[in-house]
């Protein structure tokens, strides 16, 4: 089973831009889109971004459409998420997984790595 791994995290001023990275490891990237996942403490699990194995379909909640951007690199196994105009109520752990989304939804249908802490404050 593919196992991912997030990076990227960072504490980060209102209005600064981070970029997290997913690497996958034990296998190639699943034919799978691929996803990224936000939850802060207490509530649930966010669907944020995914992107389908070509790069031609993307999904992106309401909360992050204009301010990031998904991206990947096949032949590295890896993914990419550039956030802009990061908000306070970005702060929660990121988490990438395989993933399955429509227009209006995303669910993470593969292994969970221990995530990347994204905390914006000022």
């Known amino acids: 089973q593919v196992q991912f791994a997030e990076s990227g995290g960072a504490s980060v001023q209102p209005g600064e831009s981070l970029t997290l990275s997913c690497a996958a490891s034990?296998?190639?990237?699943?034919?799978?889109?691929l996803g990224w996942f936000r939850q802060v403490p207490g509530k649930e699990l966010e669907g944020v971004s995914c992107?389908?194995?070509?790069?031609?379909?993307?999904f992106y909640s309401e909360s992050v459409k204009g301010r990031f951007s998904i991206s990947r690199d096949n032949a590295k196994n890896a993914m990419f998420l550039r956030m802009n105009h990061l908000k306070p109520e970005d702060t929660a752990i990121y988490y990438c997984?395989?993933?399955?989304?429509?227009?209006?939804?995303?669910?993470?249908?593969?292994?969970w790595g221990q995530g990347t802490r994204v905390t914006v404050s000022s």
């Open positions: 997984s395989a993933c399955v989304f429509t227009t209006d939804q995303a669910i993470g249908v593969g292994s």
């Open positions: 034990g296998g190639t990237l699943p034919s799978y889109a």
């Open positions: 992107i389908s194995r070509d790069e031609g379909s993307t």
